[in-house]
């Protein structure tokens, strides 16, 4: 996969996490730039993380798997994206803000985690389909979630949630293409 792939699947990858920044962006009062940094490092992190422990899951299983490699990513993918779709849309509308903190250690490991299990199952197509440079992919897919979660929590503090439910449902989309994609090369090629 080229660069512009993966800045693509890094960017789909990347809405559950600028989802809960916009959340935690609009929910926490006094914010401060070191939240901000703090949650977007947190998020970005585990982002990168959870690609290099799927890739290498996905290398130990890729000759049991190298026939449907393609089906078994694409089957990743699109599940993944509906996933953020059907979440996005059955999530009720108000206010979503709670007397928690979601600045704590505690909350931010919970919820990174949480946010970056979507990036585990992509390390394991990268490994099936695509010999990527895991390190590269990783690394893009960390830097891009830092940048977008960033942004993510200032947007929540001055815009709320205008662009929360949107944005989760364009990662969908954009993991669902790729996932085409490379369903479609898989069976051209």
């Avoid at 990168?48 to 799927?54: C, D, E, F, K, R």
């Avoid at 389909?129 to 895991?134: C, E, F, G, P, Q």
């Avoid at 949107?166 to 990662?171: N, Q, R, S, T």
Wanted: charge should be positive; aromatic fraction near 10%; glycine fraction near 12%.
């Amino acid at each position: 996969m080229g660069f512009w792939g993966i800045l693509l699947m890094a960017l789909g990858l990347s809405m559950d996490a600028f989802t809960v920044s916009v959340s935690n962006g609009m929910c926490t009062r006094n914010l401060k730039v070191s939240h901000a940094v703090k949650m977007a490092f947190s998020f970005g992190f585990f982002q990168a993380l959870m690609p290099i422990i799927g890739y290498y899951a996905g290398v130990t299983l890729s000759g049991y798997l190298q026939s449907v490699s393609y089906w078994v990513a694409f089957g990743l993918l699109t599940c993944i994206g509906l996933k953020m779709i059907y979440e996005t849309l059955k999530k009720i509308q108000g206010n979503q803000c709670s007397t928690r903190d979601p600045i704590s250690f505690k909350m931010l490991m919970l919820l990174s985690i949480a946010t970056s299990i979507d990036a585990l199952a992509v390390g394991i197509s990268l490994a099936l389909v695509d010999r990527t440079s895991i390190g590269l992919a990783a690394g893009i897919i960390g830097v891009v979630t830092f940048l977008v979660c960033l942004a993510g929590v200032y947007i929540g503090k001055r815009f709320g949630t205008i662009f929360e439910k949107k944005a989760e449902i364009l990662g969908g989309l954009l993991l669902i293409g790729i996932g085409v994609k490379i369903l479609v090369e898989g069976l051209m090629g």
